[in-house]
C-alpha cells in the first residue's frame, strides 16, 4: 500500500476503533448486562451467560489487542512524514497482516510432545480479528436482549399480581381477617418471582401466573364480600327490622282475622297462626355479636341465611292472612253479588215477584246469619243470580 492509502486506512481503522469502544460500552451498560450480573443465576440462564459472560471478557481483550497494533501502526507513520519502503512494508504487514496475537496459553506438560510447543496462540489480521468480534458480540448481545426481554416480560405478569397481593392484604387488614389463600399466594409469588430472576431464560411463568391470578381473584371477591357485609350491615339490619315489623304486624293481622272468622263462618278450615317473629328475633341479636366481634364470615352466612328465613317467614304469613280473609271477603263478595242481582231485578219491574223474593230471603239469611255458612250462601246466591238471568231473558223476548 502506498501513503495515501496508509493513511487512509489508519483514519478508518481509528474512526472505526471508537465506533467499536461505544458499541463495547452500550453492551457492558445494557440493562439485561445489570441484571445478569447482578443476579444469582441458575438453568438456562446459567449456562447461556457463562458463556455470554466468557464472550464478553475476550471480546475485551480481543478489542484491548486491536488498539495495540492500531498504537503500533500509527507510531510507525508518526516516524516520517513521507514514509519509505520499508515503512509501508512494515504498515502493510501491521495493517494487512496476522499481526495479532491472541489465546496465547501455556499448554500443561502432561500434554506436551516432545518436541511440541509450550505455548499455543493465535494469529489474526485486523479483518479477520473484527469478523470474530462481530460474530462474538452478536451472540453477547442476543444473550442480554434475550435476558432483558424474558425479564421484561415476567415483570409485567408479576408486578400487577404484586399489586394485587398488596391490595388485597390492605383489605384484609381492614376486615381484621388474614385467610390462609392470601399467605399461600404471597409465597407462591414470591416463588415465581425468585425463579423468574434466577433464570428469566428458563422459566415459563404464565401458566403458574394465571392460576395465580384466579385464585386471587377469588380471594378477591371473598373478601370484597366480607367488607359489603361490613360496610353494610347496618343498613340490611334495619332492613330485617322493617321485615320483622312487617311480620309482626302479617302475624298479628292474621290472629285477629282468624278469631274473626271463627266467630263469622261457620266450620272454616283455617291454617295455624304462628308467631316466627319471636323465633328469628334472637338471631338477629347473634348478628350484633357477630358484628362485634368482626366475625365477618360467619357474619356474612348467618346475615343471608336470616334474610331468606324473614323472606319466608313473610311471605307464608301474607298467605296464612290472605287465606284466613279470603273466607270473610268471600262473604262481602256474596253479599254485594246478591244486592246487585236484587238492584237488576227491581229495574227489570220483578220487584213484587214472589219467587224471586223467596230466593232473595233464603240467600240473604244465610249471608246475615252468624256464623255464615259459605257453602249454603254461595248456593242459594247462585240459585237467585240464576232466576233473575232467566226472568230478564223472559223480559228480551
Not at 27 to 47: K, V
Not at 161 to 175: G, K, N, Y
Not at 283 to 301: E, N
Request: with cysteine; glycine share 4%.
Amino acid at each position: 500500500m502506498n501513503r495515501h492509502e496508509a493513511d487512509a486506512a489508519l483514519e478508518r481503522l481509528g474512526a472505526e476503533s471508537e465506533r467499536i469502544a461505544d458499541a463495547l460500552l452500550a453492551m457492558d451498560n445494557h440493562p439485561g448486562h445489570q441484571l445478569l450480573r447482578a443476579s444469582s443465576l441458575s438453568g438456562l440462564t446459567l449456562r447461556r451467560w457463562t458463556e455470554a459472560s466468557a464472550a464478553m471478557e475476550a471480546l475485551w481483550e480481543q478489542f484491548a489487542a486491536y488498539r495495540r497494533l492500531l498504537a503500533d501502526a500509527r507510531q510507525v507513520r508518526a516516524r516520517r512524514d513521507r514514509p519509505g519502503n520499508a515503512e509501508l512494508a512494515e504498515l502493510n504487514g501491521l495493517l494487512t497482516g496476522p499481526a495479532v496475537v491472541l489465546g496465547e496459553r501455556q499448554i500443561p506438560i502432561e500434554k506436551r510432545s516432545l518436541t511440541g510447543p509450550a505455548v499455543v496462540v493465535d494469529h489474526l489480521s485486523l479483518h479477520q480479528l473484527i469478523a470474530r468480534m462481530k460474530a462474538a458480540y452478536s451472540r453477547i448481545t442476543d444473550v442480554l436482549g434475550a435476558a432483558h426481554d424474558a425479564w421484561s416480560q415476567h415483570v409485567q405478569v408479576l408486578d400487577p399480581l404484586d399489586s394485587q397481593v398488596r391490595s388485597i392484604t390492605a383489605l384484609t387488614e381492614s376486615l381484621g381477617y388474614a385467610p390462609a389463600a392470601l399467605e399461600r399466594a404471597r409465597a407462591e409469588l414470591i416463588t415465581i418471582r425468585q425463579q423468574a430472576v434466577a433464570d428469566p431464560l428458563g422459566t415459563p411463568i404464565s401458566a403458574r401466573a394465571r392460576r395465580l391470578v384466579e385464585e386471587l381473584a377469588v380471594l378477591r371477591a371473598e373478601l370484597a364480600g366480607l367488607a359489603d357485609v361490613r360496610d353494610g350491615f347496618e343498613h340490611r339490619v334495619r332492613q330485617l327490622e322493617e321485615q320483622l315489623a312487617l311480620l309482626r304486624h302479617t302475624v298479628t293481622r292474621s290472629a285477629r282475622a282468624r278469631q274473626e272468622v271463627l266467630v263469622n263462618i261457620a266450620s272454616p278450615v283455617l291454617p295455624d297462626v304462628v308467631d316466627t317473629v319471636s323465633l328469628l328475633l334472637p338471631r338477629l341479636d347473634a348478628l350484633q355479636a357477630r358484628y362485634r366481634s368482626r366475625q365477618w364470615r360467619l357474619l356474612a352466612r348467618e346475615m343471608n341465611e336470616l334474610e331468606r328465613a324473614v323472606n319466608r317467614a313473610v311471605a307464608d304469613a301474607q298467605t296464612v292472612l290472605t287465606t284466613i280473609i279470603g273466607l270473610l271477603d268471600r262473604r262481602s263478595e256474596l253479599r254485594g253479588r246478591l244486592d246487585a242481582y236484587c238492584a237488576k231485578a227491581a229495574r227489570l219491574g220483578h220487584a213484587e215477584d214472589a219467587e224471586l223474593g223467596a230466593l232473595h230471603r233464603e240467600a240473604h239469611e244465610l249471608l246475615f246469619t252468624t256464623p255464615c255458612d259459605l257453602r249454603a250462601s254461595t248456593v242459594a246466591v247462585a240459585r237467585y243470580q240464576h232466576a233473575v238471568v232467566s226472568r230478564s231473558e223472559e223480559t228480551r223476548r
